[in-house]
C-alpha cells in the first residue's frame, strides 16, 4: 500500500524558513515524479512544484526562488525547503505520487499545515 | 498559464440522481485532464485521468468525457459519500494547474 506521510509544518513569521518532508513507502520511490499541492484554507488546490525521477525540477511562479524541492531516494523522502515565507503560503502543503509517467497524482499525504504569520 | 473553469460552483443533487460537472480548459489540453474528489478534512482522490480513465479502485458510477478544452465528470447515480467537492487538474504543460471546484451537496 503506498503511504505517503508529511511532516515539518507548524508556524513560522513572514520571511522565515521552513523544511517540509514526505516519507514515502508502498513503492519504487525513485522510479516516480512527485510533486507538492498546497491548499490555503477555504480554498481550491494549488501546484507548487515538482522533481521528475531524474532530479530535475519544476517551481509555480508564486514560489521560484524562494522554494526548493528535493529527493533522497537512499531515505525514500520529498522534501520542499521553503524560505522568505509570505503570509500567502499559509496552506496545508500535500506530497503527491504521479500516475507514472503521467502528471496526474493517484496517492496523496494527509497533509501538514504551514502557517505565516506574525 | 492554462485557466481551468468548473461550472457549476455549487451543484445541489438528491441521491440516486445524476450530477454533471463541466471543466473548460483556456487552451487545449488534448487528454490530458484529471479528475479528484475531496472531502472535508482529507486529501484529495484521483477519480479519472487522460479525460476518461478511471483510477484504480474507482466505481463505475464515475465517468469522465471531453477532449481539447471541454470536460465533463458523470456521477451516473449519486450515493451519499459522493457528496464532496470535485477538482479538474491539467497536465498538458507547465504549471499545471486546477479548475476551482465543484462542490457537490445534498438538495
Known amino acids: 500500500e503506498v503511504q505517503l506521510l508529511e511532516s515539518g509544518g507548524g508556524l513560522v513569521q513572514p520571511g522565515g524558513s521552513l523544511r517540509l518532508s514526505c516519507a514515502a513507502s508502498g513503492f519504487t520511490f525513485s522510479s516516480y515524479s512527485m510533486t507538492w499541492v498546497r491548499q490555503a484554507p477555504g480554498k481550491g488546490l494549488e501546484w507548487v512544484s515538482a522533481?521528475?525521477?531524474?532530479?530535475?525540477?519544476v517551481y509555480a511562479d508564486s514560489v521560484k526562488g524562494r522554494f526548493t524541492i528535493s529527493r533522497d531516494n537512499s531515505k525514500n523522502t520529498l522534501y520542499l525547503q521553503m524560505s522568505s515565507l509570505r503570509a500567502e503560503d499559509t496552506a496545508i502543503y500535500y506530497c503527491a505520487k504521479d500516475c507514472g509517467g503521467t502528471w496526474c497524482f493517484d496517492s496523496w499525504g494527509q497533509g501538514t499545515l504551514v502557517t505565516v504569520s506574525s | 498559464e492554462i485557466v481551468m473553469t468548473q461550472s457549476p460552483a455549487t451543484l445541489s443533487v438528491s441521491p440516486g440522481e445524476r450530477a454533471t460537472l463541466s471543466c473548460r480548459a483556456s487552451?487545449?489540453?488534448?487528454?490530458?485532464l484529471a479528475w479528484y474528489q475531496q472531502k472535508p478534512g482529507q486529501a484529495p482522490r484521483l477519480l479519472i485521468y487522460?479525460?476518461?480513465t478511471r483510477a484504480t479502485g474507482i466505481p463505475a458510477r464515475f465517468s469522465g468525457s471531453g477532449s481539447g478544452t471541454e470536460f465533463t465528470l458523470t456521477i451516473s447515480s449519486l450515493q451519499s459519500e459522493d457528496f464532496a467537492v470535485y477538482y479538474c487538474?491539467?497536465?498538458?504543460?507547465?504549471?499545471?494547474?486546477f479548475g476551482g471546484g465543484t462542490k457537490v451537496e445534498s438538495k
Open positions: 487522460g479525460a476518461s
Open positions: 522533481i521528475r525521477r531524474d532530479s530535475s525540477t
Open positions: 487552451q487545449s489540453v488534448t487528454s490530458k
Open positions: 487538474q491539467h497536465y498538458s504543460n507547465w504549471p499545471l494547474t
